[in-house]
């Protein structure tokens, strides 16, 4: 079983909004992501790091934050939510790179 | 670009038919293929792998092959149960740094 953990599992919130998604793991993995995934879609990497104090933007622009000050904590900050923020977002975590990765449960977002 | 097709959904099936669900890769060189499964209300994990052509990957009664000539990863399995039905992703990753997944197939089995 994962240990990768995400809170809340749902959210619903109004615009503009600052909400922070959380991720969580155990497994003193190096590298953690964030995917958006929205319903019939591919998973779409908005957010990666490969350490602490190491992020980078991943393939689709997402005007959300990232940081990482602890391996095992890799948080997601939308400033000002919208509706087009609306989503699942989904954290994962791997010891060696794309892959073999690690899923949390996901945050189901809503903005109103 | 990099990028996965999988079959569109949803497939239902009765329990026991035999399931095939098409996936094919467009990359450059030859990637490392993936099946995930999504099940009801949790993450996604790691179903099966294949890291080179001609590699069969399986696990809890699925298998996959890895097929250079038609570029394809289908997933099989023989006889499906109700705890089957999930949502199965394909997924690619190549130069061991870009990784795609596909839209995701939704499997309901019925009893």
């Known amino acids: 079983e994962a240990d990768i953990y995400q809170t809340p599992r749902y959210l619903v919130i109004g615009t503009g909004k600052k909400i922070t998604l959380e991720c969580s793991q155990t497994?003193?993995?190096?590298?953690m992501y964030w995917y958006q995934q929205d319903p019939g879609m591919e998973l779409h990497l908005i957010h990666y790091s490969y350490g602490v104090n190491s992020t980078e933007k991943g393939d689709l622009s997402s005007e959300s934050t990232v940081s990482r000050i602890r391996t095992e904590h890799f948080p997601l900050t939308l400033e000002s939510a919208r509706p087009s923020h609306t989503s699942q977002y989904l954290c994962?975590?791997?010891?060696?790179?794309?892959?073999?990765?690690?899923f949390g449960e996901g945050s189901r977002l809503t903005v109103l | 670009g990099n990028s996965v097709t999988q079959m569109e959904g949803p497939v239902t099936l009765s329990e026991e038919a035999f399931l095939t669900i098409n996936c094919t890769y467009t990359?450059?060189?030859?990637?490392?293929l993936f099946w995930y499964v999504q099940y009801p209300g949790e993450g996604l994990q790691l179903l099966l792998k294949?890291?080179?052509?001609?590699d069969k990957g399986s696990n809890k009664g699925f298998e996959a092959t890895y097929r250079k000539e038609t570029t394809s990863f289908h997933l099989e399995k023989g006889s499906v149960q109700v705890s089957d039905s999930a949502v199965y992703f394909c997924?690619?990753?190549?130069?061991?740094?870009?990784?795609?997944f596909g839209a995701g197939t939704r499997l309901t089995v019925k009893p």
């Open positions: 994962a975590s791997s010891k060696q790179g794309p892959g073999e990765l690690f």
């Open positions: 497994m003193g993995h190096d590298k």
């Open positions: 990359a450059t060189g030859y990637p490392s």
């Open positions: 294949a890291t080179k052509a001609d």
């Open positions: 997924a690619l990753v190549y130069n061991n740094n870009d990784m795609r």
